[in-house]
């Protein structure tokens, strides 16, 4: 198989050859769509698999041993863009059921696109806003993980996913730099919402060796019905 991705300076060894190959035509369809529809400006081939491919599969490598993803778990990628960290994950653990969800029309209908040409057949894109999904009686409290990557502030980030997690299910916040103040705060609002803050894993990207932190928590408690409020509320009036 001839690949145009530079595998061989980051090799992902948890990819076969078929799932390398799909990395590619995802890469191939996300630069083509990428000239009409702002999906993202990483464009350069190593970039894409160090910062979208590996990145994306990093937060369930670090995952703390207390915590376990059941198999064919149903997954949810909280305001997913052009599929990150979602489509990695589909790719790679096929027999996840991932809800890839976004409030932007144009880019599910990308994705959907996508979907059907990588025949990903368990996964779904939905344009909606999390605040809806979470009052929607399918969608609420029925999943077993959560994943948000560049989508909001962690408090507004907790809003939109602990109402969607089934209890034990993990929320999974993908950040950058992370600051005291931040884990002082996610600690004092998670229980408002029924959950409980797990761990915080500081790592670096393998290459560019950039800061990164995956923030662990877990549904213990149902949510409360009056979460997650309105549209626009979580971002407007952040839980403290
Ligand atoms: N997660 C992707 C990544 O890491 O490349 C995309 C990040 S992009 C900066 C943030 C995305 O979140 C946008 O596509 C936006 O439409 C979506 N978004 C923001 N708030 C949302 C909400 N409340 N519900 C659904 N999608 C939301």
């Not at 894409?48 to 990093?58: G, N, P, Q, V």
């Not at 950040?175 to 103040?181: F, I």
Request: aromatic share 8%; charged share 15%; with cysteine.
């Amino acid at each position: 198989m001839t690949f145009t991705l530079p595998w061989s300076e980051l090799p992902l060894n948890a990819l076969n050859d078929a799932q390398k190959a799909q990395c590619e035509t995802f890469y191939q369809i996300l630069l083509a769509q990428n000239k009409t529809l702002n999906l993202t400006r990483i464009t350069d081939p190593l970039e894409f698999l160090e910062k979208h491919i590996w990145d994306s599969l990093a937060g369930l490598w670090h995952l703390p041993p207390s915590l376990v993803i059941p198999t064919a778990a149903q997954v949810i990628d909280i305001g997913t863009g052009g599929g990150f960290p979602g489509v990695p994950m589909a790719i790679t653990y096929p027999d996840y059921a991932i809800t890839l969800l976004d409030s932007t029309q144009k880019k599910v209908l990308f994705l959907q696109s996508l979907i059907e040409q990588l025949s990903l057949s368990s996964v779904e894109a939905i344009a909606s806003r999390a605040e809806e999904m979470g009052q929607n009686p399918q969608h609420r409290e029925t999943y077993d993980l959560a994943v948000l990557r560049a989508v909001s502030s962690p408090a507004s980030c907790l809003e939109y996913a602990l109402p969607l997690l089934k209890i034990g299910g993990i929320a999974l916040l993908y950040r950058g730099q992370w600051s005291e103040e931040e884990a002082a705060l996610l600690e004092q609002i998670a229980p408002q919402l029924g959950g409980q803050a797990i761990a915080t894993i500081p790592y670096e990207t393998p290459l560019t060796h950039s800061i990164r932190h995956a923030v662990y928590l877990q549904k213990i408690h149902p949510t409360p019905p009056q979460f997650p409020r309105r549209v626009g509320v979580p971002q407007q009036r952040p839980l403290s």
